[in-house]
């Protein structure tokens, strides 16, 4: 997939859930879980054991149901590596030009992190496909995304941080293109013991929640 198609695919699903596991086995039962209540996008963090293999094995097993992204890309190596091990997508928390060149480089998207309206700027500027603003829950949440968005309206953002199933339709009523998503999905708790039915549910809650309020503001734009 080029940059064009991943970041469209990603913007379809409305969703992109953090992975940060204790094992390896772990995360990759995590997106079987996930895609199975309908979310066919995972972010694999740095933090997660052996990140590259559970990327190597997402992308090669289930690389044709599951958009396979890294988390928590800090240089422009690990970003390579990251791709070279099958991710599609690079996120960061923070901004580095250069993790953003190695991403074009190699043909594939980057949602850098930004959190004030300079950095926001900086890194669309640079050439960011969508920006991760993060952690938005700190600076006020849905509220803060729309103040950012009033003079910024064609920046993609990509909200992460205090989002949840209480909160997930204000961030898209903002203009989130995407929700970024960790522990409120990603149970850790409830995959340890088992419970993988845990995910598929609350997926399919988040994407109940999410093409709820995308159809109301749809609406709402023709009205």
């Not at 992204?69 to 099958?86: K, N, W």
């Not at 950095?119 to 669309?124: G, L, Y």
């Not at 003079?151 to 941080?161: A, E, R």
Request: charged share 25%; with cysteine; hydrophobic share 50%.
């Amino acid at each position: 997939m080029n940059r064009e198609q991943i970041v469209r695919r990603i913007e379809e699903i409305g969703i992109v859930p953090v992975v940060r596991a204790p094992s390896g086995e772990l995360a990759v039962r995590a997106a079987r879980a996930l895609r199975a209540g309908g979310i066919e996008v995972i972010e694999i963090t740095m933090t997660v054991p052996d990140a590259l293999s559970v990327m190597h094995e997402i992308a090669t097993r289930m690389g044709r149901d599951v958009l396979v992204g890294a988390g928590t890309v800090l240089t422009a190596d690990a970003a390579r590596g990251c791709i070279e091990a099958g991710a599609e997508f690079i996120v960061s928390p923070g901004l580095n030009l250069e993790v953003i060149r190695a991403a074009h480089d190699l043909g594939k998207a980057v949602f850098p992190g930004g959190l004030t309206p300079t950095e926001v700027i900086t890194a669309w500027s640079a050439g960011a496909d969508a920006v991760k603003v993060f952690p938005c829950s700190a600076m006020g949440g849905a509220k803060y995304l729309r103040a950012l968005r009033a003079p910024l309206p064609d920046v993609k953002m990509l909200p992460t941080g205090g989002v949840n199933l209480a909160t997930a339709r204000d961030f898209i009523e903002a203009g989130a293109v995407a929700l970024g998503v960790g522990g409120e999905l990603v149970d850790a708790a409830a995959l340890a013991a088992g419970k993988d039915e845990v995910l598929t549910e609350r997926a399919r809650e988040f994407m109940s929640v999410v093409s709820a309020a995308r159809a109301e503001r749809k609406g709402g734009a023709r009205a």
